[in-house]
């Protein structure tokens, strides 16, 4: 199982980036999708989720309105669009894959967003 992601950077307050995740070794459609994140002395917050087949999508409060999460399971991709980025939106940002109702998550390397001016 192998889940790279790209796309991370240094943007200013106001700006976008999207993050890409490349998923292999795993039969990707069945899988729930998401993107955590972790900023320098705090927790590792669960930022959105997509789920398999169209079963849903789940935003936390801090981020809903301004990121969109989507996945391409033709391509074995997901994605995190941020838009109006703030700085307390710095921190490595994580692909992960759950099978839902089967333990354990697969992790990926992370990718560093930095929001300042």
């Known amino acids: 199982v192998q889940l790279v992601e790209s796309g991370g950077g240094l943007v200013q307050p106001g700006g976008s980036l999207r993050l890409s995740c490349a998923a292999s070794?795993?039969?990707?459609?069945?899988?729930?999708m998401s993107w955590y994140r972790q900023a320098p002395g705090k927790e590792r917050e669960l930022v959105a989720t997509?789920?398999?087949?169209?079963?849903?999508?789940h935003y936390a409060d801090s981020v809903k309105g301004r990121f969109t999460i989507s996945r391409d399971n033709a391509k074995n991709m997901v994605y995190l669009q941020m838009n109006s980025l703030k700085p307390e939106d710095t921190a490595v940002y994580f692909c992960?894959?759950?099978?839902?109702?089967?333990?354990?998550?697969?992790w990926g390397q992370g990718t560093q967003v930095t929001v300042s001016s």
């Open positions: 992960t894959a759950v099978r839902v109702g089967f333990p354990g998550r697969y």
């Open positions: 070794g795993f039969t990707f459609s069945t899988y729930a």
């Open positions: 997509i789920f398999s087949a169209g079963a849903g999508i």
